[in-house]
């Protein structure tokens, strides 16, 4: 087993090196389509808290938003596929989401 930090695992090295574009700005050319996840608890209006942190910064389409319960059901994953004008914008939405206490991890 290899974990995510071991260099000669090939798919988590070409993952490492795609979130590090993305955090340096490298890799997306702006305006694009961005596909914004957060996870949480299920429950507790977690998608409705998600779409509304991201539609205080760009307009969400109604086909947009797409919720994944966990195997176990205990969590929730929410994409919500947007379009983002600039790095900063995007910066926002990262920013608000992961303050938000019910909002454990985003992608």
């Not at 974990?3 to 795609?18: F, H, K, M, Q």
């Not at 050319?29 to 961005?34: Q, R, V």
């Not at 319960?69 to 004008?85: A, D, H, L, R």
Request: net charge negative.
């Amino acid at each position: 087993m290899t974990s995510a930090n071991d260099p000669s695992d090939g798919a988590s090295g070409e993952l490492r090196n795609a979130a590090a574009e993305i955090e340096e700005g490298r890799g997306l050319e702006f305006p694009c389509t961005y596909p914004i996840k957060a996870m949480g608890k299920s429950g507790a209006g977690l998608t409705e808290q998600v779409l509304e942190i991201v539609s205080r910064h760009v307009p969400v389409g109604d086909d947009a938003v797409r919720s994944r319960p966990s195997k176990g059901g205990k969590y929730e994953s929410i994409t919500v596929t947007v379009q983002v004008e600039s790095r900063e914008q995007l910066e926002s939405i990262y920013g608000e989401l992961t303050r938000h206490e019910q909002v454990l991890w985003t992608l």
